[in-house]
């Protein structure tokens, strides 16, 4: 199976701080890949290394064949190919959420005015909001805050999504929605890249759960394998942790 | 370049001037302390005024900060200095500072303050009235330190613009540092006078702008 | 006590007379009335130069590099410690002697230009950076490149946050026109003045003082407004 994201070696320093301490990460096409472990384990990190919003200190990255550290890459165009969504959402505030979502598709995109609010009605339709169009960020739940950001993503047709920690900030009711979206996303074949600890949607959608700690991938495998029968005990001792929640 | 260092920064001129440059930043400093207390004396008195919840008072209060808000200073001030002697009252130089910017000052520093007290959550008064305290006591001790820190950047803000504004005592005469280097300029025909008045009030000035910039900068990004 | 009511209304007359006298006023409405066109034409030059050229700097800060960045803030600390009347009597009187004259109304337009663009500066700065950086993280992942993230996402924010601070200092600096009264510009100030001293009589002082407040009430509390709008939220 050909495979979209290839990460080799990857290494961050923060001034002192050792973040990521090479990590490879290679994800096939229409995997959904789940990242768990402690804050500060480096796993968002590597997220944001992925489409270089944080810049590695060394190691290789490609995603959709383009290499994305080499300094000839114009890293704009390549980031059109890599949805992204926060755990803040940061939703434009001073946009409704029709502009958040074609903001990207005109200016990086080059879309028209006509066929980019076409494009992102659809968009808002695929996360279930196509009558919230013309409200603005604050007038809008969490839970629909989030699935406009998802929406924002998926209209550039991403060719592989990142989530960090996605439901984090959402209150426990509101989460339900976003996964709903997820889980659709997925089942179109979209290939994803989640850190999160909602381990019930890791179970029933994830292909392969990495669990990270301080720097290292220390352990993946299949979801039921990682959860049940973990051979590393600094996994077992943290999803026991998750457990108790 | 050479005629640039003797007509700006010639060390002759500079010399001579001297004296009357140093008494100059000694009135520029002397005015600042008599029109600074002043302005805050007047704007602590509109802002504690501006509580109240009656019209008649907060209607010709916002009147007198709009109307000192519009007026340019300077204009007050030549106003009292030539027109009050028409009246048969001459105040001089000095004393139309200290009338015309205790008015204007009134009307800023009381706009900061009384957005210092707005900013302060009822409940404190509440809490320290409970507790036995007078109404004036509660303002006093609670709410006033409380808003003076809350609203610190925009006092300090103030205060520089106002010690720079003494420099309009130059106009009616006040020999503060302005009017001493104007005076040596014109009996030398050169300009570095000038330009000395201009590196004291930066070297006597800068570290309070450095000061709000980082205070400003804060403030700002503390609204999210 | 009827005597004292006479001398109470002749004194009144006698305040009216001196302070309002209509024929003065009327002699000298005129050059008020010249001296308020240039005050306006220099007044919205310099809003227009002023924070133009603010917003200008603070974009540039924007790119960060450094060297540049140090300039910046010293020009802009710098304006912001120099009292305005210092800098326009610096370049009126001092300038000559470096080979350029320029007029009371250049020197004013100039100095008062210079030092909006440094307060505005600041301030849009201030507006920038208080953008949360999620907000450029969002539109980064999206392929917005740095300006257009600048352009659509983050100055569209900062603006709102800057707006009243910008308006309050635009109108205090704006005041300062009448600074020019100093090296000879016929603004109000400078026309009721020498009409004082022609008529040997204060009323075009008043009359200056009506026209100053005829101009800046209205922005005043068009400031006061914006104000209450724009208070800041969250």
């Known amino acids: 199976m050909t495979k979209i994201v290839k990460a080799h070696a990857i290494h961050k320093h923060f001034g002192a701080l050792h973040v990521l301490k090479g990590v490879d990460l290679e994800v096939a096409e229409k995997e959904l890949v789940f990242v768990i472990g402690p804050s500060g384990s480096g796993k968002s990190t590597l997220l944001r290394c992925l489409n270089r919003l944080e810049q590695p200190t060394s190691g290789s990255i490609e995603v959709a064949g383009i290499d994305m550290l080499s300094p000839k890459t114009d890293i704009n165009h390549a980031r059109q190919h890599i949805g992204m969504v926060f755990q803040s959402f940061n939703l434009y505030p001073h946009m409704t959420a029709l502009a958040n979502v074609m903001l990207a598709l005109r200016k990086v995109a080059g879309k028209g005015k006509a066929e980019a609010e076409t494009l992102a009605r659809a968009a808002l339709e695929r996360v279930g909001l196509a009558d919230r169009g013309h409200h603005r960020p604050a007038e809008l739940s969490g839970g629909q805050q989030q699935r406009v950001a998802i929406a924002r993503a998926i209209a550039l047709e991403p060719k592989v999504m990142l989530f960090d920690e996605p439901t984090s900030a959402l209150d426990p009711e509101l989460v339900g929605s976003v996964l709903e979206v997820m889980r659709g996303l997925r089942e179109s074949g979209m290939t994803m890249i989640v850190v999160s600890h909602e381990m019930s949607f890791a179970r029933a959608a994830a292909d392969r759960v990495i669990f990270m700690d301080q720097g290292l991938i220390v352990e993946q495998g299949p979801p039921a394998a990682i959860f049940e029968q973990p051979t590393h005990e600094r996994t077992r001792s943290f999803i026991g942790q998750i457990r108790q929640h | 370049m050479e005629e640039i260092v003797a007509n700006f920064f010639n060390a002759e001129i500079a010399t001579a001037a001297l004296p009357l440059v140093a008494s100059g930043i000694l009135n520029t400093i002397l005015l600042s302390l008599m029109v600074i207390p002043l302005g805050l004396a007047a704007g602590l008195v509109l802002a504690v005024l501006a509580q109240s919840k009656n019209p008649l008072v907060r209607w010709p209060l916002m009147a007198w900060v709009d109307f000192f808000r519009a007026f340019p200073p300077l204009v007050l001030l030549v106003l009292l200095f030539a027109g009050l002697p028409f009246m048969g009252l001459e105040l001089g130089g000095f004393a139309c500072v200290a009338v015309a910017f205790m008015l204007n000052n009134s009307a800023y520093y009381g706009e900061v303050l009384r957005a210092g007290i707005d900013s302060v959550p009822n409940g404190q008064i509440e809490a320290a009235r409970s507790t036995g305290l007078s109404s004036t006591q509660a303002m006093t001790y609670v709410v006033l330190p409380q808003a003076v820190r809350n609203v610190l950047p925009d006092l300090l803000s103030n205060t520089l613009e106002v010690v720079k504004l003494t420099s309009l005592g130059s106009v009616v005469a006040v020999p503060e540092l302005l009017f001493a280097a104007r005076q040596a300029q014109s009996t030398t025909f050169n300009a570095t006078p000038i330009v000395m008045a201009a590196v004291i009030y930066y070297a006597m000035l800068w570290p309070l702008v450095r000061l709000l910039s980082r205070l400003e900068n804060r403030a700002l990004a503390g609204r999210h | 006590m009827h005597s004292g009511a006479v001398l109470a209304v002749a004194g009144w007359n006698k305040f009216v007379e001196t302070f309002f006298n209509a024929q003065v006023m009327a002699k000298y409405l005129p050059d008020i009335l010249y001296g308020t066109l240039v005050t306006v034409e220099l007044a919205v030059l310099i809003v227009i130069a002023g924070i133009?050229?603010?917003?200008?700097?603070?974009?540039?800060?924007?790119?960060?590099?450094?060297?540049?960045?140090?300039?910046?803030?010293?020009?802009?600390?710098?304006?912001?410690?120099?009292?305005?009347?210092?800098?326009?009597?610096?370049?009126?009187?001092?300038?000559?002697?470096?080979?350029?004259?320029?007029?009371?109304?250049?020197?004013?337009?100039?100095?008062?230009?210079?030092?909006?663009?440094?307060?505005?500066?600041?301030?849009?700065?201030?507006?920038?950076?208080?953008?949360?950086?999620?907000?450029?993280?969002?539109?980064r992942s999206t392929g917005l490149s740095f300006g257009q993230t600048l352009i659509h996402v983050v100055l569209p924010q900062a603006l709102r946050l800057t707006i009243a601070p910008l308006t309050n200092r635009t109108i205090a600096i704006t005041k300062g026109t009448a600074l020019g009264t100093v090296v000879a510009l016929h603004e109000i100030l400078g026309m009721a003045s020498s009409a004082v001293s022609n008529s040997y009589n204060p009323s075009p002082l008043i009359l200056g003082a009506a026209a100053y407040l005829v101009l800046f009430i209205p922005v005043v509390v068009v400031a006061r407004r914006i104000e209450t709008k724009f208070a800041w939220k969250k």
Not at chain 3, 100 to 126: D, H, K, Q, Y
Request: glycine share 8%; proline share 6%; no cysteine.
């Open chain 3, 52 to 139: 133009g050229f603010g917003l200008v700097l603070a974009l540039v800060r924007a790119l960060a590099i450094r060297p540049l960045n140090w300039l910046i803030v010293f020009v802009v600390d710098l304006l912001r410690a120099l009292p305005p009347l210092v800098i326009i009597v610096l370049l009126y009187f001092g300038l000559p002697s470096a080979g350029w004259s320029p007029s009371g109304f250049m020197s004013t337009w100039l100095s008062l230009t210079l030092v909006l663009m440094a307060f505005s500066e600041e301030i849009f700065w201030a507006g920038i950076t208080s953008v949360h950086k999620g907000q450029w993280e969002a539109a």
